[in-house]
Nanobody
Framework: QVRLVESGGGLVQLGGSLRLSCTASGSARGTYTMAWFRQAPGKQRDLVASIAFDDDINYADSVKGRFTISRGNVKHMIYLQMNSLKPEDTADYYC?????????WGQGTQVTVSS
């Protein structure tokens, strides 16, 4: 079982920056990918960025060039540096871990970008 805890959300103005953190505890099975998803009110949950066990990284087109996903000093910590934030980035952001047998989610952290 894996537990994910996010932090770092908040209210920021247009063009501002935030850094989200996610720490995983427990035991993932085999290799795993960690990712950030987001869900705006009334919309589906979408992938923002992912980092695989071999450090292969992918971004949603809407955040390329503005967001950066990275690892902490240990593999089970990831960050999402969000720059040049826009009102359309407003959402609940969720940390996700997918291992060889299961998918785990954090409780989410809210990001609000005001114009």
């Amino acid at each position: 079982q894996v537990r994910l805890v996010e932090s770092g959300g908040g209210l920021v103005q247009l063009g501002g920056s935030l850094r989200l953190s996610c720490t995983a505890s427990g035991s993932a099975r085999g290799t795993y990918t960690m990712a950030w998803f987001r869900q705006a009110p009334g919309k589906q949950r979408d992938l923002v960025a992912s980092i695989a066990f071999d450090d292969d990284i992918n971004y949603a087109d809407s955040v390329k060039g503005r967001f950066t996903i990275s690892r902490g000093n240990v593999k089970h910590m990831i960050y999402l540096q969000m720059n040049s934030l826009k009102p359309e980035d407003t959402a609940d952001y969720y940390c996700n871990l997918r291992d060889e047998e299961d998918i785990f989610w954090g409780q989410g952290t809210q990001v609000t970008v005001s114009s």
